[in-house]
């Protein structure tokens, strides 16, 4: 019983491809986030979802698309691969935006050759 | 705008050694919370306190320990008898209590301090 969980935990893939990644959360929370990890393990969000509405988009490049089809489920879609792409892709969810803590997921760790 | 500083880019303890774990905040909002995570050598993020800015209380949580100083604007995580097992990178956050123009909640995370616990 994973509270937030992603798929794939592992992403290899060739510069210019197409992948996605999803996540999904069964703890009932209304809003979920993506982060991006780099390679020196700093943390900064990309995304945020409440009740599937986008909240927060900070500045990330249009190859990077989230969509959220209900309130546990936000996948995140990314065309035309970079190398610096290269990272490692945080899902979290909070019961609501504003206050509470947010839970992270296992993470998704992207290689881009 | 929201910064977090962790100065300790890398600590290195032998085993039962109490160990302090820096974190200092910048924010203009009066109101806000502040969070400590950690990254054990698996990836995975685990969530370890959550502390909103009028409480300025300390909290204990086993060996676990965190200090709070508003008029520093630090809030300073200490592990009493290091245990290998507590290696890992450990994160301090900074979230705004009331979203802004609906901007959510969003998380400034400091740069992280790795801890190395020897035995």
């Known amino acids: 019983d994973t509270a937030v969980s992603q798929t794939p935990k592992y992403l290899v893939t060739q510069m210019g491809n197409d992948k996605s990644i999803k996540c999904e959360q069964n703890?009932?929370?209304?809003?979920m986030y993506w982060y991006k990890q780099d390679s020196k393990k700093f943390l900064k969000i990309m995304f945020s979802y409440n009740n599937k509405e986008l909240i927060i988009n900070e500045t990330v490049p249009n190859r990077f698309s989230p969509k959220s089809p209900d309130k546990a489920h936000l996948n995140l879609h990314i065309n035309s691969l970079e190398l610096g792409d290269s990272a490692v892709y945080f899902c979290?969810?909070?019961?609501?935006?504003?206050?509470?803590?947010?839970?992270f997921g296992p993470g998704t760790r992207l290689l881009v050759l | 705008a929201q910064k977090v500083t962790q100065a300790q880019t890398e600590i290195s303890v032998v085993e039962k050694e109490d160990v302090t774990l820096d974190c200092v905040y910048e924010?203009?909002?009066?109101?806000?919370?502040l969070f400590w995570y950690k990254q054990p050598p698996s990836g995975e993020l685990v969530f370890l306190i959550r502390?909103?800015?009028?409480?300025?209380q300390n909290e204990i949580s086993g060996r676990y320990s965190w200090n709070f100083q508003k008029s520093t604007s630090s809030f300073n995580f200490t592990i009493t008898a290091s245990q290998v097992v507590d290696s890992a990178v450990y994160f301090c956050?900074?979230?705004?209590?009331?979203?802004?123009?609906?901007?959510?909640?969003?998380?400034?995370f400091g740069g992280g301090t790795r801890l190395m616990v020897k035995p």
């Open positions: 956050a900074l979230s705004e209590a009331v979203p802004l123009n609906n901007a959510g909640n969003m998380l400034t």
């Open positions: 502390r909103n800015s009028f409480d300025e």
């Open positions: 924010t203009r909002d009066t109101t806000y919370y």
């Open positions: 979290a969810s909070s019961l609501r935006q504003g206050r509470e803590t947010q839970y």
């Open positions: 703890l009932g929370h209304d809003t």
